[in-house]
């Protein structure tokens, strides 16, 4: 270790004390974290977002503790929307059962943004698995992550800066003096569009952080090599660069740690584990950046918005146009906002406070009642609300449940799923081989790590019908209650970093478990399976407990299209498979789904 420049010298200790001591002197000192005395509507020198912390030196530590003392998870009645069907309104049922304002945080705000939205770190344990049923030990993981925070696509950092230079008059306007200096090139370039942005970094080093925590027995038991642990990603960087980020806080100290290297001393070798990650190019890649290897889904499902955007363009009229009528006339600085501008706020609001903690720039633009006296009785979180239905519309029938032919792109994961799970449950045989392990095909990986989009999560989500669950689909004229209680949510479970994984759980050995005197249950069971979306215990449909059998499991894949019954190739390709013959839908296999809308 080195230290002050000294290689060798002794690391010093820092108290809980000190660290606190720090972190209150930050709070009390700090203009951009101290409680202002103005009212909550003073633009000029407050956040109705109470808790807004700009990106400075030191925000991300005092983030932690800000967010951690003033997160709260989003309650159904946050979720709810005004509907043109419906009699009761978002506010109203909010207010039912909140006091009047407490929903108005920044907290709240950073659960509605859809999939620009950032993750929540806040409200994730640390702790070692304390929860393993009797009789059973750990022997496999799987996780399934999105790439950390972004950087906007090129394509929108271009719109971002003309959107910037056509609303820069609106900067001599009250709390928006900001508009004068700020940058779309300087904070969003495009030479940087789509990579991952250091608080990407961030985000999947502090999941693999608490994996280590959360794993660490597993672990001990099962150190890392190339044949063990199977890390693959998606051939965008961002993903890959995930990939990395997660190992470096997995596998933190445990390379270093091997007492076998000490006599070689610690200089000469890696500060973090190495890892072997592989990607497929995109056309080829089948589990992860799956769109692309799927020419049906591109012509059919993509390719005919008419169809899939039907029902986002059906809601639109219910609010978008008000919505940019009330900025336009809150700023009063001669420029018309159009329903495209409101739209590209509401992105960069997500960016500006996924990347830079910052609430108090494009946020704001869509609060125009704290604006204008003639707006004062608009409550402005209804826009937040309205605009993250707006984007689940879309993505409910370009990714999701909505058109049963999402369901295909995800029975490749889920095919490699079960086969990884049947080499460490069950009999071998039957199960593809590894093509890079001719020589011992029949070895399993303990820990399989994938790291891709936000859609790879939707498409495997509608393969496992997690957010379908009661049949109801998402549509533009259903009412606030309905709003409140749709599944189909990408604020909840795709924000930036979003994951799932699957745990697998192994019987002790039958001879141990009688000696023991465990339940017979143990000792029948074949296995246990137990999923988790974003580090939490969710049920999977078609199991009894959260902690499903391994029979029960398996059925569960092959029925939503695993093992066998995925066809992918003849469901996407549709064509005669020779090189240079167009797929035609006609072609289709009989047993592929729909793709066509459910409505």
């Given at each position: 270790m080195t230290t002050n420049g000294q290689t060798g010298a002794k690391p010093r200790t820092i108290r809980p004390w000190v660290v606190l001591s720090v972190v209150v002197a930050l709070l009390v000192c700090s203009p951009s974290v101290v409680a202002s005395d103005a009212s909550e509507y003073d633009i000029a020198n407050d956040s109705l977002f109470s808790g807004s912390i700009p990106h400075t030196k030191h925000a991300s530590v005092v983030l932690e503790l800000h967010v951690a003392s003033s997160f709260k998870a989003p309650s159904q009645e946050h979720q709810l929307a005004q509907s043109p069907s419906s009699k009761t309104t978002i506010l109203e049922l909010a207010d039912q059962t909140h006091h009047k304002g407490s929903s108005y945080s920044y907290a709240w705000l950073r659960t509605h943004l859809g999939t620009k939205g950032p993750y929540p770190h806040e409200d994730k344990p640390i702790r070692r698995l304390n929860d393993v049923p009797e009789g059973y030990d750990l022997v496999q993981v799987h996780l399934l992550n999105r790439h950390g925070t972004r950087y906007p696509s090129s394509k929108k950092s271009k719109a971002f800066k003309i959107l910037t230079d056509k609303l820069r008059k609106a900067a001599s306007v009250r709390g928006f003096e900001w508009l004068k200096d700020w940058s779309a090139s300087t904070k969003y370039p495009v030479e940087r569009g789509n990579l991952l942005a250091a608080r990407g970094d961030s985000d999947l080093y502090q999941i693999g952080y608490r994996f280590r925590t959360r794993y660490s027995t597993f672990l001990d038991k099962y150190p890392y090599d190339a044949n063990t642990f199977n890390f693959k990603a998606s051939a965008k960087p961002r993903c890959t660069q995930s990939g990395n980020a997660f190992s470096f806080g997995f596998f933190e100290g445990r390379y270093t740690n091997d007492p076998k290297m000490d006599h070689h001393g610690p200089s000469k070798w890696p500060l973090v584990q190495p890892v072997s990650m592989s990607t497929l190019p995109s056309g080829l890649d089948k589990e992860i950046a799956v769109k692309y290897a799927c020419p049906r889904w591109q012509e059919q499902v993509d390719g005919r918005p008419e169809l899939t955007l039907r029902q986002k363009s059906l809601f639109e009229p219910t609010f978008l146009p008000q919505l940019a009528a009330q900025v336009t006339q809150a700023l009063n600085a001669g420029v018309n906002v159009t329903t495209s501008d409101i739209s590209n706020i509401y992105?960069?609001?997500?960016?500006?406070?996924?990347?830079?903690?910052?609430?108090?720039?494009?946020?704001?633009?869509?609060?125009?009642?704290?604006?204008?006296?003639?707006?004062?009785?608009?409550?402005?979180?209804?826009?937040?609300?309205?605009?993250?239905?707006?984007d689940d519309l879309d993505d409910f029938y370009t990714h999701g449940p909505g058109v049963p032919f999402n369901r295909h792109l995800g029975c490749v994961f889920g095919t490699t799923l079960l086969d990884a799970m049947k080499l460490v449950l069950e009999d071998k045989t039957g199960v593809q081989k590894r093509a890079d392990d001719d020589d011992d095909p029949e070895l399993p990986h303990h820990?399989?790590?994938?790291?891709?989009?936000?859609?790879?999560?939707?498409?495997?989500?509608?393969?496992?019908?997690?957010?379908?669950?009661?049949?109801?689909?998402?549509?533009?004229?259903?009412?606030?209650?309905?709003?409140?209680?749709?599944?189909?949510?990408?604020?909840?479970?795709?924000?930036?970093?979003?994951?799932?994984?699957?745990?697998?759980?192994?019987?002790?050995?039958?001879?141990?478990?009688?000696?023991?005197?465990?339940?017979?249950?143990?000792?029948?069971?074949?296995?246990?399976?137990?999923?988790?979306?974003?580090?939490?215990?969710?049920?999977?449909?078609?199991?009894?407990?959260?902690?499903?059998?391994?029979?029960?499991?398996?059925?569960?894949?092959?029925?939503?299209?695993?093992g066998k019954n995925c066809d992918f190739d003849g469901c996407c390709a549709n064509g005669s498979g020779e090189c240079g013959v167009k797929p035609t839908l006609e072609e289709a296999p009989a047993t592929c789904l729909s793709v066509d809308p459910i409505v």
């Open positions: 992105q960069l609001c997500g960016f500006e406070i996924s990347i830079y903690d910052e609430d108090q720039t494009w946020c704001r633009l869509l609060r125009p009642s704290m604006l204008s006296p003639s707006l004062k009785k608009v409550d402005d979180r209804e826009h937040f609300l309205n605009l993250e239905i707006l820990g399989v790590f994938k790291f891709g989009h936000s859609e790879t999560i939707m498409f495997v989500s509608s393969f496992l019908g997690l957010y379908h669950q009661q049949g109801i689909p998402l549509t533009a004229n259903m009412t606030a209650e309905q709003f409140a209680r749709r599944e189909f949510r990408a604020s909840n479970f795709a924000p930036f970093a979003s994951n799932m994984v699957f745990e697998v759980y192994q019987p002790k050995r039958r001879s141990t478990l009688k000696r023991r005197g465990t339940s017979s249950s143990a000792v029948e069971s074949k296995g246990l399976v137990r999923m988790l979306v974003n580090e939490r215990p969710f049920q999977i449909p078609g199991c009894d407990t959260m902690f499903c059998e391994w029979a029960t499991f398996k059925a569960v894949l092959e029925k939503a299209g695993a």
